[in-house]
């Protein structure tokens, strides 16, 4: 995939799932302006770019603010000419089951994610309609936000909101050719290895340099923050121009297209529902098969724990 003459910008890009999109972006010949609230990561990301003949620029800032979002769409023209993609990864975790959570915990989280996203996209917008050219909006979202997950109200709300914001900013920016896209990304991160199922893999792997066994890559969709990396450089390229208002998973070696929430079942009834009425018929009716919640409990194999 080619990216020559295309400019990015990644926010969060100094670790993690950020950086694999930072550096992914300038492997295909984009110039990226990587963002970070750590100028040391930021700086060592900017350097392993440019040390292997690519172009970047780091930008040290805490997203969420409009002065934020206008600095790192001004860097990418000052700097490189142009903007072309703008990806919205930075976030922080604030994890608290609700009677526990303060109301600094919520802002926090909602702060960075969601209005994080919020900013820095439309700063994108804002140039992507001046230029004329199109771009594209990438916003990273999470299996938290589709499905609900223990102990993170900010964090499920935030990611949640991004992928509604993704459906209605593809409605709004599709006459300047500008496609929106979530990604629900699965990955070993710093996050990640807490998950008691989890952690002795990754652990072993990081201590190996073993691949992640099957049933981790393809039951659970898990493996490593490159392997997410690909479906980021697919977005930001012209290939995927008709790709928009999606939400679309991808980790170790799963790909897959999330469903937007629709009416799975209706009644009717003349003249209107009693609450006796809904009673009634509930069980029999449209709560006959209710929808699942949470994310479901990762299955390690029982006889080694790890899988072949």
């Given at each position: 995939?080619?990216?020559?003459?295309?400019?990015?910008?990644?926010?969060?890009?100094?670790?993690?799932?950020?950086?694999?999109?930072?550096?992914?972006?300038?492997?295909?010949?984009?110039?990226?302006?990587?963002?970070?609230?750590?100028?040391?990561?930021?700086?060592?990301?900017?350097?392993?770019?440019?040390?292997?003949?690519?172009?970047?620029?780091?930008?040290?800032?805490?997203?969420?603010?409009?002065?934020?979002?206008?600095?790192?769409?001004?860097?990418?023209?000052?700097?490189?000419?142009?903007?072309?993609?703008?990806?919205?990864?930075?976030?922080?975790?604030?994890d608290k089951v609700l009677w526990k959570m303060s109301d600094?915990?919520?802002?926090?989280?909602?702060?960075?994610?969601?209005?994080?996203?919020?900013?820095?996209?439309?700063?994108?917008?804002?140039?992507?309609?001046e230029q004329g050219t199109g771009g594209r909006l990438i916003?990273?979202?999470?299996?938290?936000?589709?499905?609900?997950?223990?102990?993170?109200?900010?964090?499920?709300?935030?990611?949640?909101?991004?992928?509604?914001?993704?459906?209605?900013?593809?409605?709004?920016?599709?006459?300047?050719?500008?496609?929106?896209?979530?990604?629900?990304?699965?990955?070993?991160?710093?996050?990640?290895?807490?998950?008691?199922?989890?952690?002795?893999?990754?652990?072993?792997?990081?201590?190996?340099?073993?691949?992640?066994?099957?049933?981790?890559?393809?039951?659970?969709?898990?493996?490593?923050?490159?392997?997410?990396?690909?479906?980021?450089?697919?977005?930001?390229?012209?290939?995927?121009?008709?790709?928009?208002?999606?939400?679309?998973?991808?980790?170790?070696?799963?790909?897959?297209?999330?469903?937007?929430?629709?009416?799975?079942?209706?009644?009717?009834?003349?003249?209107?529902?009693?609450?006796?009425?809904?009673?009634?018929?509930?069980q029999a009716g449209v709560g006959a098969e209710p929808e699942?919640?949470?994310?479901?409990?990762?299955?390690?194999?029982?006889?080694?724990?790890?899988?072949?």
């Amino acid at each position: 995939m080619d990216l020559s003459g295309k400019v990015a910008v990644v926010t969060g890009a100094g670790r993690g799932l950020g950086r694999a999109y930072a550096e992914a972006l300038a492997a295909a010949g984009a110039a990226v302006i990587v963002n970070d609230v750590d100028a040391s990561a930021a700086a060592e990301v900017v350097a392993g770019i440019t040390a292997g003949g690519g172009r970047a620029r780091g930008v040290v800032a805490a997203v969420g603010s409009a002065e934020a979002a206008e600095q790192l769409v001004e860097t990418a023209v000052s700097e490189f000419g142009r903007l072309d993609v703008m990806v919205t990864n930075a976030g922080i975790l604030r994890d608290k089951v609700l009677w526990k959570m303060s109301d600094d915990d919520f802002d926090a989280v909602i702060d960075v994610h969601l209005r994080g996203t919020f900013s820095c996209a439309r700063a994108a917008a804002v140039r992507f309609r001046e230029q004329g050219t199109g771009g594209r909006l990438i916003l990273i979202s999470s299996p938290a936000g589709q499905r609900g997950n223990f102990g993170q109200t900010n964090y499920a709300a935030a990611k949640a909101g991004i992928v509604a914001m993704a459906r209605t900013w593809a409605m709004e920016l599709a006459r300047a050719n500008v496609t929106v896209n979530a990604v629900v990304p699965v990955a070993a991160t710093e996050m990640t290895k807490t998950i008691p199922a989890f952690a002795p893999v990754i652990e072993e792997a990081e201590r190996t340099g073993r691949p992640f066994p099957a049933w981790l890559r393809r039951d659970e969709g898990m493996g490593t923050v490159e392997d997410v990396a690909g479906l980021i450089v697919f977005l930001a390229s012209d290939t995927s121009a008709g790709v928009t208002g999606q939400a679309i998973g991808i980790g170790g070696d799963r790909l897959a297209l999330w469903s937007h929430p629709a009416e799975k079942a209706v009644a009717f009834a003349d003249g209107g529902w009693t609450a006796d009425a809904i009673a009634e018929s509930w069980q029999a009716g449209v709560g006959a098969e209710p929808e699942p919640y949470g994310i479901p409990a990762p299955k390690a194999p029982a006889a080694t724990g790890q899988g072949a």
